[in-house]
T-cell receptor
């Protein structure tokens, strides 16, 4: 059973534009994490937001969490070609120590 | 950038062969995981370990087995490979020392397995 689901599945933008990806989940969580995966590589952790937090920033990344809507968004500002990758949200379920990943959003940033 | 190493990077093998995918980490993490990922798809947890001599099956049923004899080493074995095992296998680790529920995972670069 899939816990997190990203939207859109694919996103293509021009360099300099902002990219927004969304993640919805089904059950209550302890925290939500976002990861990036470059083609053919492993995942790299970007940011973790706890269930009692509403917003978090890291460099050009901004993550929001709305537990009432069971959703999160990842905003990448002033995108660069190097941001081209797939982005995954990962959630746990309260009481579980296992992370469940969504299918990801494939972001293409055109130079 | 990874302190978690997977070998081989690519493996093409015939049906029926026994294979072992290696995973080692140098961070002293107690938790380790194996995920299976088909191209463009989500990751599925197939095995995890919370420490030496601890192994559990994940959410996706897998014919593979794992062992955790040393903290840093978490190999995955397929006794008899089949074409349905063709996929990418990702190893990850995390630490409980950060006192964060489900602390961030550190991933290796994966092993892309093709069974012909």
């Amino acid at each position: 059973s899939q816990q997190g689901e990203e939207d859109p599945q694919a996103l293509s933008i021009q360099e300099g534009e902002n990219a927004t990806m969304n993640c919805s989940y089904k059950t209550s969580i302890n925290n939500l994490q976002w990861y990036r995966q470059n083609s053919g590589r492993g995942l790299v952790h970007l940011i973790l937001i706890r269930s009692n937090e509403r917003e978090k920033h890291s460099g050009r990344l901004r993550v929001t969490l709305d537990t009432s809507k069971k959703s999160s968004s990842l905003l990448i500002t002033a995108s660069r070609a190097a941001d081209t990758a797939s982005y995954f949200c990962a959630t746990d379920m309260s009481g579980s120590e296992k992370l469940v990943f969504g299918k990801g959003t494939k972001l293409t940033v055109n130079p | 950038e990874a302190d978690i190493y997977q070998t081989p990077r690519y493996l093409v093998i015939g049906t029926g062969k026994k294979i072992t995918l290696e995973c080692s980490q140098t961070m002293g993490h107690d938790k380790m995981y194996w995920y299976q990922q088909d191209p463009g798809m989500e990751l599925h947890l197939i095995h995890y370990s919370y420490g030496v001599n601890s192994t559990e099956k994940g959410d996706l049923s897998s014919e593979s087995t794992v062992s955790r004899i040393r903290t840093e080493h978490f190999p995955l074995t397929l006794e008899s490979a089949r074409p349905s095992h063709t996929s990418q296998y990702l190893c990850a680790s995390s630490s409980t020392l950060l006192r964060v529920y489900n602390s961030p995972l550190h991933f290796g670069n994966g092993t892309r397995l093709t069974v012909t």
